[in-house]
């Protein structure tokens, strides 16, 4: 695809492994942002996986592949190769935007199609979130025009009882960095209540009412809990009590995830949706992003955690097609594991672990030393210290 920073061979300094994640970010969403940017995405991604969710596939795609992408895009002190980059992948996203959110465009989104448009415009929004400079203020009038427009077509269906009330509140969110006046308060309100309603201790959300065992607390809950709650969580004295909990619980959850990275870099292959790969450690990579990381995690430590990750699952040999697009699996080609509303568009979520590239290299998380992971610490006689649950 002619992206990513020279692969010259040596020794594995930290800029390498930099350069390292930038590449398998830009080699997973350089299909689906090329092919948008020609107005081609719906012409060559490949829909013949569960057909039948094919309508949702190219916004499922694109919103997911921004979500990862935009706190690099946004990011400042970029240099060098890189910051080439970065400049191309900035005007491909604004391009991309217009793509999708025109409707004389042949890649016209459709917003308003059904529920899982409205998951999908929430990680559009979420990637707006995390790029308000160099994302949402970047957009031409007549691209940010059509993209209002477009959010509020979502507003038509009504969420269940789960996660997906904070798609509806993340959406608002996604209109309020894009200037829109007419946001809806009351659904971020009823999402930052609910969620608080629906916590189960020692830093985890239920999915509703009930507990499940999956990796939705980070692929959706407490991602989109915390930000919600940095934009809008100082508009009454009820949310600014709540804040300190929500941050508190998602530090807490955050070094759960460490602890499951094991020394080979796998992790429990626990609940639904597990083909959305490492995106199942977007809150660790988001805790970093905000240096939220507990005292116990050191920056370098969550680095090396996260490379282990990233490095295992890109080295399945079929995680590509011919053509460079995702394969349903956690491990290469899996298609049993995928749920009958995961299509390949659903995949690009794993882009969420690539949050840290937000940060600029001479960031602790880049440049400290490197350093074992827990598991990897105390599968080698290393000393941790004792995991303690929180009130």
Known sequence: MGNGIGKESGSK????????????????VAPVMESLGRGELKKRMPLDFHEDRKEYAPL?????SMLGLAPWLEAEGVCG??????????????????????PDSPDYMGFARGGQNLV???????????????????????????????????????????NWILFSAMVEAGLYVLGEAEFDKM??????RTFDDWYKGDGVYGDGAIFHWDYYNSFVIQPMYVDLMDLFGDMSDEFRMLKPKVLKRAVRYAA??????APDGTWPILGRSICYRFGAFQMLAQAALEHRLPD?????????????????VMQAPDMFDQNGWLQPGVYGCQPELAEGYINTGSLYLCTALFLPLGLPADDEFWS??????????????????RDHAID
């Not at 059509?146 to 959010?151: D, F, G, Y």
């Open 296 to 312: 116990s995690l050191h920056p370098a430590q969550v680095r090396c955690a996260l490379t282990a990750v990233l490095e295992k």
């Open 13 to 28: 300094t930290r800029d390498k492994t930099r350069e390292e994640w930038l590449n398998a970010l830009l080699r997973i």
């Open 120 to 162: 999908d415009t929430a990680f559009l929004s979420h990637a707006l979130v995390r790029a308000p400079r160099h994302l949402a203020e970047a957009l031409p009038d007549a691209t940010r025009n059509n993209l209002i427009r477009a959010l509020k077509c979502t507003r038509d269906f009504i969420p269940g009882e789960s």
């Open 368 to 385: 400290g030393e490197e350093e074992a992971w827990s598991s990897l610490k105390v599968w080698s006689g290393g000393q941790i210290c």
């Open 256 to 261: 759960i995830l460490e602890r499951m990275i």
């Open 60 to 64: 499922e795609a694109f919103g997911r």
């Open 187 to 192: 659904r971020i309100v009823y999402a930052l």
């Open 81 to 102: 190769e890189e910051k080439g980059l970065q400049e191309k992948y900035r005007k491909l996203a604004v391009l991309c935007m217009d793509r999708a959110a025109d």
